[in-house]
């Protein structure tokens, strides 16, 4: 199956274009030790990321990915500040770009695609890791977890998208890591492309049954032939 009819292409970010894990990580450590609370390797935390920082912040007080609510909303929100502070302070210095991916949006876009990001996490991250790795001008609309009232897996930030773009949602595809992409995307009717190397909760992404899975970022231009 080829995609002659594909002409927009939404990117999730974290787990997708960058590994930004180790500065996640690092950050929500900071911040569980201002709590005199345990902390945990970069590979646990792995499990945590993908549903939005407010979820890590959540997931990381739990020490667990299933979150025990022992902390009330109000705990949880200065936490959350806590984490935003210490996730600044980093400047995302550690957070690298996966192989293929400059590359390959910037063939994509040669031939005429239209590139957009779509992500779960805070939008005043967005334009600095973008920028960082000089993508920034690649995509011509960046959408964040709290940009709207809802964040993947609902549908609402792809029909978004859509709408700002003036696409149809059989004109584009979703590229992401996660369950929260492809769900998404199966509910706003959008194609979608699963990559196995990003951030899943320790599942296959081929559980969720994305229409096509990619080892590598560099293979979704296959699909261009």
Known sequence: ???????????????????????????????????????????????????????????????NTKINHAFNQVEVDIALDKFLFCYRTLETKSTVLYDGVAA????????????????????????????SFSLLPLFSITIGGDTLLEKKPSPLPLMHACEKLGVLPSECVMVGDSKNDILAAKAANIKSIGLTYGYNYGESIATYQPDWVFDSFSDILSLRA
């Open 104 to 131: 390959t949006l910037k063939t994509l876009k040669a031939h005429g695609c239209t590139l957009a990001l779509v992500t779960n996490k805070p939008s005043e991250f967005i334009e600095p890791i973008l920028t």
């Open 1 to 63: 199956m080829f995609m002659q009819d594909i002409n927009t292409f939404l990117f999730d970010l974290d787990g997708t274009l960058v590994d930004s894990v180790p500065d996640l990580a690092k950050a929500l450590n900071l911040m569980l030790s201002d709590y005199n609370l345990p902390t945990y390797e970069e590979a646990k935390v792995r499990h945590w990321v993908g549903n939005g920082a407010r979820v890590l912040v959540e997931r990381g007080l739990s020490g």
